[in-house]
């Protein structure tokens, strides 16, 4: 899998904004809130006035969600 977002420029995009994670993830705005309260979602980073989740944090979450996935499974 491609861990860049679509980018119709000629450098990747490094980073996502929130409505674009939540696409790309399958995950409603509302619920992306809720994970980050409870500690699990993906760091931010704020530039400016914008809230921004680099592609690196984005694979790194998808690594734990996919570990706790795992971890559940096997208990």
């Known amino acids: 899998m491609n861990d860049s977002p679509k980018n119709a420029g000629s450098a ?16 409603s705005r509302t619920h992306l809130y809720q994970l980050l ?27 734990d969600m996919e570990a706790a996935t795992a971890a559940e499974a096997a208990q």
């Open 37 to 63: 309260k409870d500690g699990a979602g993906p760091a931010l980073m704020k530039v400016g006035r914008r809230t921004l989740i680099s592609v690196e944090a984005a694979a790194a979450w998808r690594r």
């Open 12 to 27: 990747p995009q490094a980073t996502y904004t929130v409505p674009q994670f939540c696409d790309a993830h399958n995950v």
